[in-house]
């Protein structure tokens, strides 16, 4: 049985400037999705170029946060932020959601597809290998943080861990590093190596969200659920209620687009 170490929340100062863990991780998230996006631009038939790469960075970031800000306010404490509107933008406290980030996400997709005139299939199956390690280092910070704890666990396994922000001085999962595992490098590895030949468009896209809805239902049986939440209907958190339709959607898109036929040249004499 482990204790979580008590990290300073605070990763790098310098005077009044603070650097916070969580904000660090979004950082370098960020930075390997431009990195790794630059090393796939290089594939013409992907159909994304630098100056995309750079406009997709961009609603990508405005998706994640906006997105993951309201996602939280709406699905997880609506009855508090209706009777506190203005704390919504009070981000620096904390609460922001995957699931809405998720959505903001698509949104920036669409809107980017739009302006430049590409398939949405084709921009999607872009982007979706490039998020996954935004999920791993934003669990870190989660770890590092020392919250979204997991449930209770048997004090004989090895790496249970007593989190003191827990205030019960039990053993838990420690989930964030089962998150960030499955979510961030396994589905990573998976969606990465299954992108590199060239794959009917939407095979990535829906391989991506089904990958990604699984890690995050299976990874709920192991998280504490929000005390203000609980368990839901037929004992399953709001997590994974919310990561049903990512499955049927994902597993139906990948179906699909690999079904599809590709339109045949026709050619005339």
Not at 54 to 74: A, C, P, S
Not at 87 to 94: A, K, N, R
Not at 138 to 145: P, S, V, Y
Request: charged residues 15%.
């Amino acid at each position: 049985m482990l204790v979580h170490p008590q990290f300073d929340p605070i990763a790098v100062q310098v005077g009044p400037l603070a650097v916070h863990w969580y904000g660090l991780m979004y950082l370098i998230g960020f930075t390997l999705f431009y990195l790794l996006g630059l090393y796939r631009c290089r594939q013409e038939w992907r159909g994304i170029t630098k100056a995309n790469l750079e406009d997709l960075l961009f609603v990508g970031m405005v998706g994640v946060i906006v997105g993951g800000r309201l996602g939280f306010v709406l699905l997880y404490q609506p009855e508090y932020y209706l009777s506190h509107p203005l704390e919504i933008f009070s981000v620096w406290q904390g609460g922001m959601s995957a699931h809405g980030g998720f959505i903001g996400v698509i949104l920036a997709l669409f809107y980017f597809a739009w302006r430049n005139k590409k398939s949405l299939l084709t921009v999607g199956d872009f982007v979706a290998p490039l998020v996954p390690l935004g999920f791993f280092f934003g669990r870190l910070g989660n770890f590092i943080n020392g919250e979204l704890w997991g449930r209770v666990a048997s004090a004989d396994l090895p790496w249970s861990m007593i989190f003191p922000q827990a205030g019960d001085g039990v053993p838990r999962h420690p989930s964030q590093l089962y998150e960030a595992t499955l979510e961030g490098l396994v589905l990573f590895l998976v969606v990465w190596i299954y992108s590199i030949k060239k794959r009917p468009p939407g095979a990535v896209s829906g391989l991506f969200l089904f990958g990604y809805g699984l890690a995050r239902f299976v990874v709920e049986f192991f998280r504490e659920p929000d005390s203000y939440l609980g368990l839901q209907a037929l004992d399953l958190s709001r997590g994974q209620w919310l990561s049903l339709p990512m499955i049927i959607i994902g597993a139906g898109l990948w179906i699909w687009a690999c079904r599809r036929k590709e339109p045949k040249l026709s050619m005339k004499m």
